[in-house]
């Protein structure tokens, strides 16, 4: 009979001091079984202890339903005992659990981090089907049973995760090859078409022998793609030609005239009459040939920087048989000291470096040395060894000019997600700063890294010279006075 008011209060309209005093209750009897259940949700019972959790939530369903009907109270109290015991229960359960299934429960982040979850929805949908049934043989104590299905469940988040990468990376070139094969290319391209399909073949062996091995991988199906391009554009040209009435020679002459115009307009002997293959090394020697005469150039440039000096002293000497000279000759004079000097010291700095070391750019006052000699490992920041004469370099660099502050910047090509390109780009540009302060004694406060990433870069995305050359380390610093 005590229950009585409150079973009163259960059946009238919730309207009014009744309804809030129906909440009061409410919050009073479901408070020990929805606490309970929120501990079990942090400790992913749901997933760990799926049987005991699944017990407490029907549990605790039966209770809201009975409230909400206005049954009897014990019934209620009942149910939520049960509910609050079985989320006690899943929420210890789940820690053993979570060791127990590490390797299919660090699988399955992984498989999730590769959108496995959202592209291939059955296969992940499996996987999860033995996870479940593994937590569920451990929680009856079926250890073997548990083992067996959390190796399955392992597997198949590894083989869906493979499935995420491989779709991901090699979609592209799958797409170019079939769409060159059902256009019949291997009729009139056969070995550029196979060639595409050796590269893709080579891309899936990479993924399936180290499943992280993705830039790789993914520059190798790059290639196939472009190359099943390549093949279908000779295949057209092959066909365009036989359509008009033609045949393969006028097919070859097409090909080879972009390479006989680039010819003749370089001034190349027999532009017309030589073979594809002699002119492609002319060209490549002709630029060679430029080259060498930009950096003749430089050095006729360097000479008549010497020769300004040279005329700054005379100057000098000048004014002061002349007695001395007015205060804005003076200043003038000291400019043209400090910009000598900002040039000497840029000689210095670019004399430091081979060309297959590093470059060294000016943009005004910036001056910028992009260490192209310096190549990480794949998703790795460690320096290789044959890098380190290269920042000893570096450091002498930073001593030419000792009242610089220098910043190292992290770059990285656009594949792979944002955060772990930027992550990456930081890690590398921490770990120079740190071999120049701990190998090479340069003061740490002269030095700041910063990762940008793929946010600034140098060269397409779309190639693999692009992609490598974007991928970079650049260290910058202001010049005290442009020369």
């Known amino acids: 009979m005590r229950y009585l008011p409150l079973c009163l209060l259960l059946l009238c309209p919730l309207a009014g001091p009744a309804a809030l005093a129906a909440d009061q209750v409410r919050e009073s009897l479901f408070v020990g079984a929805e606490t309970a259940r929120t501990s079990a949700q942090a400790a992913r019972a749901a997933l760990l202890a799926p049987e005991s959790f699944d017990a407490g939530e029907t549990a605790l369903a039966r209770a809201r339903a009975s409230f909400e009907r206005g049954r009897a109270l014990e019934r209620i109290r009942r149910d939520l005992d049960t509910a609050e015991q079985a989320f006690a229960r899943a929420a210890r359960r ?90 019949r290319v291997d009729r009139h391209a056969p070995q550029t078409l196979e060639r595409a399909r050796g590269l893709l073949l080579r ?22 793609a472009a190359t099943a391009r390549h093949a279908r554009f000779l295949a057209d040209s092959v066909q365009a030609t036989r359509a008009r009435g033609g045949s393969v020679e006028q097919a070859l002459l097409d090909v080879e005239a972009p390479l006989r115009a680039a010819a003749r307009e370089a001034d190349i002997d027999g532009a017309q009459t030589a073979r594809p293959s002699e002119l492609g090394e002319a060209l490549v020697e002709r630029l060679r040939s430029r080259e060498r005469q930009l950096q003749e150039a430089q050095a006729a440039l360097e000479f008549a920087n010497q020769r300004l000096l040279a005329m700054d002293e005379e100057l000098r000497e000048l004014d002061g048989q002349l007695g001395g000279v007015a205060r ?8 043209l000291e400090a910009q000598a000097q900002v040039r000497g010291q840029f000689a210095r700095l670019e004399g430091l470096f081979t060309r297959d070391e590093a470059q060294v750019l000016r943009e005004g006052e910036r001056v910028i040395i992009r260490l192209t000699g310096l190549v990480f490992p794949t998703n790795s920041s460690t320096i290789p060894r044959e890098s380190r004469a290269l920042l000893a370099k570096l450091a002498e660099a930073a001593n030419i000019f000792p009242q610089a502050r220098f910043t190292i910047e992290g770059h990285t090509d656009s594949r792979g997600s944002a955060q772990l390109n930027l992550g990456l780009s930081q890690d590398r540009a921490d770990a120079v700063l740190r071999h120049l302060v701990t190998e090479e004694g340069i003061a740490d406060f002269r030095l700041r890294a910063v990762g940008l990433g793929s946010s600034r870069p140098i060269a397409s995305n779309d190639t693999d010279d692009g992609r490598a050359r974007n991928r970079r380390i650049d ?5 005290a006075t442009p020369p």
């Open 328 to 335: 804005e000759r003076s200043a003038l004079m000291m400019e």
């Open 203 to 224: 891309a899936e062996t990479m993924l399936r022998e180290d499943r992280y091995a993705a830039d790789e991988a993914g520059d190798l199906a790059e290639r196939a």
């Open 475 to 479: 260290v910058t610093f202001s010049a």
């Open 94 to 183: 789940a820690a053993p659990a979570e060791t127990f299934l590490a390797g299919a429960l660090a699988a399955r982040e992984a498989a999730l981090a590769s959108s496995a979850d959202r592209l291939y929805a059955s296969a992940w949908e499996a996987a999860e089907r033995r996870l479940n049934d593994a937590a569920v043989a451990l929680e009856q104590d079926n250890q073997t049973r548990a083992r067996t299905q959390a190796d399955e469940a392992e597997q198949a988040y590894r083989d869906v995760e493979l499935q995420a990468i491989e779709g991901r990376l090699l979609s592209r070139a799958r797409a170019q090859i079939a769409e060159a094969q059902a256009a």
